[in-house]
């Protein structure tokens, strides 16, 4: 389906602002009350077939340092979910997790009616990846395989974490709120991206990559706006409440593995302590990435993409 201009990734002077591949194919999934969901599939359609999705207020085409890396052993499907990147805006009331999920679902309903020769497999990152939490457990087995990056899951009720990511939650809540909206260009955001202390480990062009994904053209008021806008960001962050989904993992049919962030490191946030928690009590396959913060995809995107290989090798009869 062609989209308008607008709807396409941001380019300044018309040049892309990032070096993000054109896909095989791209079409989009309506989902039950209606939202478009972007998506493209990428690669060797005889491998195996990863679904990769990204983070809040984020796009998956600021990923593409990692993603891209698959591409040529493997059938790479990338989407945006609703109101994000290349997803169309839809409903600003609907946008809430009950229908993530069920947008997920749609996703993978399609992929399943479409020829495939490998197995699926998941690759989500902290609001994707509790996304597809939810899904499994409302749906049943739906993936191959389940890779989650550093899940900001909800701590259970009675764990010494609890406390804890609800001031977290509470501070991006107020920083998405202070987000700037709008900007001259993608190369604005870019640096403005650069200077910021928490996104000091990103590859140099993965600033102007995620700005490039994170903005669409204004061309009423002449400048560039947040595809995400920052309340819906910010609401995301503020109902990530959800204390159940954690004592109910253990449910789950589907292998799963998580690849959280360090711990250890002055900067750390939550979602590495939750990840370690989570796996050490719940005796979940992880691995950790040393020196990397929540972003550890756009950080370390090589390392990443290895450990995608070795998750794939261990689904293999």
Not at 81 to 90: E, L, Q
Not at 216 to 224: E, L, S, V
């Amino acid at each position: 389906m062609d989209r308008s201009r607008d709807d396409r990734p941001a380019q300044e002077d018309g040049q892309s602002g990032a070096a993000v591949a054109q896909p095989s194919e791209a079409f989009e999934v309506r989902t039950r009350d209606g939202a478009a969901i972007s998506v493209r599939i990428y690669g060797y359609r005889q491998g195996p077939r990863l679904v990769v999705s990204h983070g809040n207020g984020l796009a998956i085409d600021g990923y593409a340092s990692f993603w891209q890396l698959l591409a040529e052993e493997c059938e790479v499907v990338v989407f945006d979910m609703r109101n994000h990147g290349r997803s169309p805006p839809h409903d600003q009331a609907a946008h809430c997790w009950p229908n993530f999920p069920l947008d997920l679902e749609a996703v993978w309903q399609s992929l399943r009616a479409r020829p495939g020769r490998g197995p699926t497999i998941g690759i989500f990152h902290s609001l994707s990846a509790i996304t597809s939490l939810m899904q499994v457990l409302d749906y049943g087995p739906r993936w191959d395989g389940l890779l989650l990056v550093d899940p900001p899951l909800f701590p259970r009720d009675g764990s010494p974490l609890q406390a804890a990511e609800f001031d977290h939650m509470n501070d991006m809540v107020r920083r998405s709120a202070r987000r700037t909206q709008r900007f001259a260009s993608p190369a604005v955001m870019a640096a403005q991206l650069a200077r910021r202390p928490e996104f000091r480990r990103w590859r140099p062009e993965a600033y102007r990559q995620m700005a490039t994904a994170l903005l669409r053209r204004d061309a009423k008021h002449g400048d560039w706006v947040l595809r995400c806008p920052r309340e819906l960001e910010a609401r995301v962050f503020a109902t990530n409440t959800d204390a159940t989904i954690w004592p109910r993992l253990p449910l789950l049919r589907t292998p799963l593995m998580i690849l959280g962030a360090d711990p250890s490191l002055p900067e750390r946030t939550l979602p590495a302590l939750i990840c370690q928690a989570l796996t050490q009590e719940l005796d979940i396959p992880y691995r950790m990435l040393p020196g990397t913060t929540h972003f550890l995809q756009i950080e370390r995107p090589v390392e990443c993409a290895a450990v995608v290989r070795e998750f794939c090798r261990s689904l293999s009869p």
